[in-house]
Structure formats: C-alpha cells, structure tokens
Nanobody
C-alpha cells in the first residue's frame, strides 16, 4: 500500500513559479513510474507529467518547457517545478502512479491558483 501526500501549492501571479512536492510512504515507491495530475474547476482530472523509475520524463504539451518533474528515490518523493505559470494552470494538483493511476492512491492534492 502506498500513501501519497502533496504539498507546495499556493497563490501566485502569472509568470511566477512554484515547486510542488509529493511524499510517498511504502518501500515499493522506487519501482513505480510516477506522475503529476491536475483537476481544474469543472473539468476532468488530467495527466500533466510523468517520470519513470530511471528518471525518464514526459509532459503534456500544455506544460512542456515550463514544468519539470523529478524524483528522489532515497526520500520517496517526487517534485514538480512549475515556471512561467499561467491562469489556466490553476487546479488541484495530485501525484499518483503514471500513466495509469491507482484509484486507491489519490491523496488530497494541493491547490495551485494563478492570478492574471
């Protein structure tokens, strides 16, 4: 069983930056490809970025060049560095297994609000 706790969200002006963190419990974390997802008001949750067990990364087109996903297996953590934020990045951000998330692994998420 894995428990995921997201943190680091907040209110930021357009063009600003935030760094999200996801702390994972459990010894199997290092064997999972992980990802960040987000859900904007009135929209379905969407995949944002993924990182393999070995550090290979990929991103949805909307965030390429602005967001960077990373992981630290020693700390059982993944991160999302977000730069040049836009109002359309406003959402609750979650981490989970990628590319197919586990329903029972969803945490509370962390709110990111980008003001124009």
């Amino acid at each position: 069983q894995v428990q995921l706790v997201e943190s680091g969200g907040g209110l930021v002006q357009a063009g600003g930056s935030l760094r999200l963190s996801c702390a994972a419990s459990g010894t199997l974390f290092r064997f999972y490809a992980m990802g960040w997802y987000r859900q904007a008001p009135g929209k379905q949750r969407e995949w944002v970025a993924g990182i393999s067990r070995f550090g290979a990364t990929n991103y949805t087109d909307a965030v390429k060049g602005r967001f960077t996903i990373s992981r630290d297996n020693a700390k059982n953590a993944i991160y999302l560095q977000m730069s040049v934020l836009k109002p359309e990045d406003t959402a609750v951000y979650y981490c989970n297994i990628s590319p197919v998330p586990r329903v029972d692994y969803w945490g509370q998420g962390t709110q990111v609000t980008v003001s124009s």
